[in-house]
C-alpha cells in the first residue's frame, strides 16, 4: 500500500496513522483478536517533514487483510492534520519570526483539539489556547483578558484588567484585549497605566464592521475598519509616547497567511499574531493505493509503485 497527497504541504498525523496500524491491524481468529502489527512492514516520513504533490509519505507491506479496514481511519488522521499543519507553516513564515498564537478552538468541534494543537505546535505555532490542543506535549492553553470578563466588570477594561492580573500575573503573561469600548488606543494606555510591569501586552481585536475611535479623524487614505496597520501604529506610538515602550501588540481578527504578509511589508509594528478560522479551512487529501502484488507491479490507471529513499522503517 503507498499513501500520498497531491499538495505543497507539512505532513501531519503520520504518528497517529502509525499508531492506529500499531494498536487495530490484526484479524479475529476463533473468537480472538490477533495483532498483525508484525506482520506487516511500515516505511515513513516524519512529522513535520515538508512534501511534494504525489511524493510517497508511507508505505505498507504485509497481508493486506490485516489492515484493510483501517484506510480511511489512517488516511483521515493524516488530511486532517497535514491541512494545520500546512496552513500554520504557512502563516509562520509570514509573519517573519513573530510568534503565531493558534486560536481556532472555537470554530470547531471540541475533538479534533488535542490533535490539531499538535500539528500547530510541530507546524510552528508557540501558543495554543486551550490545555486539551497542549495536552500532547505537556503544555498549557494561553490567552487574553476576555471580552467576557470585561462585561463582567460592566465594561470597564481596567478593572477587569486588574482582577486578572491580580489572580495570574505571577503564572503568566498578561495580555489584555483593548477594543471592548472601540477605543484602542486609550484603552491600551489606561491599561498599561494601570497594571504597570504586571502588563506583558495589549491585543487589537476591532471588528470587521468597525473604525477605532483614534482613526477617525485620519480616514481616507487607507481601509479604518476592523485590525489595520494605521491602527497598530497608533497605538504603538501612543504606548512609547506614555513611556510604555515594553508593552507588546498582538493582533487579531480575520488574519490570515496574506494579511500577515501585508503587515509585515508594511513595518507594522506587532509583536506576535493570534490566528484563528483560517487555520483549518481548506483540504489536504490522502491516497492510498495498492501498487505491488507480491513484489509485481499491480497499480491501478494513473498509479504505479513510486520509492521515496526518504521513508525510513518504523519499528
Known sequence: MQVFQKEHA???GIDEAIAVLKQCSGRRRNERWRSGWNGLEVEALYEGDEVAPYETVMTI????SLFVHLETVY?????????????????????????ILFFPARHDHWLVQTGDGWAAHVAGAIGVSTDAQASWWGGRGVGTVPHGLI????????????????RYAA????????????????TALAVAEALGQRLWGVRLDTSEN???????????????TGVNIELVKRVREALDAAGHRDVHIVCSGGFDERKIAEFEASGAPVDAYGVGSSLIQGHNDFTADVVLLE?????????????????????
Open 10 to 12: 507539512v505532513l501531519g
Open 61 to 64: 507491506t504485509g497481508d493486506y
Open 75 to 99: 488516511l483521515g488522521c493524516m488530511a486532517r492534520r497535514t491541512k494545520v499543519m500546512r496552513n500554520v507553516r504557512a502563516v509562520v513564515r509570514a509573519a517573519a519570526g513573530k510568534p
Open 151 to 166: 462585561a463582567a466588570f460592566g465594561g470597564d477594561t481596567v478593572a477587569a484588567a486588574r482582577a486578572f492580573a491580580d
Open 171 to 186: 503564572h503568566m503573561n498578561v495580555t489584555v484585549l483593548v477594543d471592548f469600548a472601540n477605543d484602542s488606543v486609550g
Open 210 to 224: 468597525l473604525v477605532d475611535r483614534s482613526l477617525m479623524e485620519r480616514m481616507g487614505t487607507f481601509r479604518p
Open 295 to 315: 513484489g509485481r507491479p499491480c497499480a491501478k490507471a494513473g498509479r504505479a509503485y513510486r520509492p521515496n529513499p526518504a521513508l525510513e522503517p518504523v519499528t
